[in-house]
């Protein structure tokens, strides 16, 4: 399906920048004619993965890395500063001070994909009680870039509960060996061992569409939250951060505790591995009710403070065309994003060809949705 969409920006009340890479800007002459018909406050950039910063280092993770997209930190600074006054960030603490927090990614009490009336109903069906026990014991869905850091001692904790937790799957780009070009690079954001994958039973296979990722999360009784090393430090969000309690599953929280109190709320904190994921995990396996408990706690949480209506109350009925819209595209490109993908074929960019997350006529509803959240008003209509 072809959403509606035009070219003539005059019409346009804001201009709406979603950026992770230089690509996402749009080519000329489309940038020269949004810059030259939209005033510069009534552009909005949402930088989605801190580039609106001097360059930062966490571990082997990065925020610039000329090596990959040929642009120095103070390039992405002065471009972003050439193009709008209203910067935001998917954090609740931007480093600079000319950046607004703005979370950007939601909790969609609608997506759920199973409700329970009760912990206890929820652990019977989490058990297996009913005779429709769960494929796996731990699914992630999460390309391998910037995650082995954290995969691995992950791993290396579970490996003497390999019998009891039972089958693991990992999906995504990369966990199968390291790709030449990491190697190539010396970049070490894609490494991986295939030994320990195999020792602690875990199948690996490729990305999954977009709509698929839910469904898979939920057909194992845990699935783990990571944010890579950069995130962490600068406390970035991203949509897995919430789709994760969409599914029929207990998320692991694997992050740090303040990330966890800011986002989830304290009924969070029992889900928490922290350095004993062993034995969180079977606690977790002998008393699944405490934990459901947690789970449904943390989604009500969710629901009240981080959902679309709250995030967008000022653009609500945009927002939920935006969420609802459906479009058709081919892969993006972007890489070692929650959810983003490479192409398969190189030479075929239409290989991936699925469901899109944006779109003009769904850029456009998000923009008014945005702009309404963070105080911009709607132009007075004129007489064209």
Known sequence: MRLPHSLDVKKFDFALFVVHIPSDFPDLPYLARLLDE??????????????FN??????????H????????????????????????????????????????HAFDPAAVLRSYQSPQEAARVWAGSNGNAKRYGLVY???????????????????????????????????????????ELGLHAAD??????????????????????????????????????????????????????CADTIPLL????????????????????????????????RRPEFYWEAVMRTRAHLAQHHSFQQRFKDGLQAQ?????????????????????????????????RGRCLFGYGVASLLAAAVAGAVGLQRRQASGS
């Not at 001097?54 to 925020?63: A, G, K």
């Not at 000329?66 to 935001?88: P, T």
């Not at 569409?209 to 783990?224: E, G």
């Not at 490479?342 to 075929?348: E, G, K, T, Y």
Request: hydrophobic share 40%.
């Open 38 to 51: 939209i005033p510069k406050e009534r552009r909005v950039i949402i930088d989605c993965l801190g580039r």
């Open 54 to 63: 001097d360059t930062v280092r966490v571990e082997r993770d990065f925020n």
């Open 65 to 104: 890395l000329e090596k990959l997209d040929g642009h120095q930190d103070r390039e992405w600074v002065e471009g972003f500063q050439a193009v709008s006054d209203l910067i935001l960030q998917p954090t609740p603490r931007p480093l600079r001070s000319d950046v607004r927090p703005f979370l950007f």
């Open 141 to 183: 869905v999460g390309n391998n870039w910037q995650r082995w850091t954290q995969m691995r001692p992950f791993l290396e904790n579970l490996e003497p509960l390999r019998e009891e937790i039972g089958p693991m799957l990992i999906a995504g780009w990369d966990w199968d060996r390291r790709p030449q070009w990491d190697i």
């Open 192 to 245: 991986v061992d295939r030994a320990l994958l195999a020792r602690v039973g875990v199948e690996t296979q490729e990305a999954v569409p977009f709509d698929t990722v839910t469904p898979l999360m939920s057909q194992a009784r845990f699935s783990p939250i990571f944010h890579r090393p950069l995130f962490n430090h600068l406390s970035l969000v991203t949509n897995r951060t919430f789709e994760t309690f």
């Open 254 to 285: 694997m992050l740090p505790e303040d990330v966890v109190d800011s986002i989830y709320g304290a009924d969070a904190r029992p889900l928490v591995p922290c350095d004993d994921v062993a034995g969180r995990l079977k606690d977790m396996l």
């Open 320 to 352: 939920v065309n935006y969420t609802w819209s459906k479009c058709l595209d081919d892969a993006s490109g972007t890489y070692g994003l929650e959810g983003g993908i490479p192409w398969s074929a190189p030479l075929n960019g239409s290989f991936d």
